[in-house]
Nanobody, 114 residues
Framework: QVQVVESGGGLVQAGGSLRLSCVASGSIFSIKGMGWYRQAPGNQRELVAV??????NYGDSVKGRFTISRGNAKNTVYLQMNSLKPEDTAVYYCNVIYYSGTYWGQGTQVTVSS
């Protein structure tokens, strides 16, 4: 069974940085893409960043501040978040696309205080 586990969330002041990590089980050769989404209370889940086939795509609100990258192990993905704003506060979910299907982690809370 595929497991997706996020870590690295927490409380940070506006202007600060956090780095989220995600590790996925299963064969790395079966992974087509990995990404991050977030959901704030009362809002729909939205794209933060995705990396697939060596290309990256970012949500408009995080462009220039966040960077997604794959780890050397290829079953890991990171999200470096700089210049954080209070509106970045949300639960951040890791998404892994396998050839067999799409899987989500349980989420990690990121809170940015003003």
């Amino acid at each position: 069974q595929v497991q997706v586990v996020e870590s690295g969330g927490g409380l940070v002041q506006a202007g600060g940085s956090l780095r989220l990590s995600c590790v996925a089980s299963g064969s790395i050769f079966s992974i087509k893409g990995m990404g991050w989404y977030r959901q704030a209370p009362g809002n729909q889940r939205e794209l933060v960043a995705v990396i697939r086939d060596g290309s990256t795509n970012y949500g408009d609100s995080v462009k220039g501040r966040f960077t997604i990258s794959r780890g050397n192990a290829k079953n890991t993905v990171y999200l470096q978040m700089n210049s954080l704003k209070p509106e970045d506060t949300a639960v951040y979910y890791c998404n892994v696309i396998y050839y067999s299907g799409t899987y989500w982690g349980q989420g990690t809370q990121v809170t940015v205080s003003s």
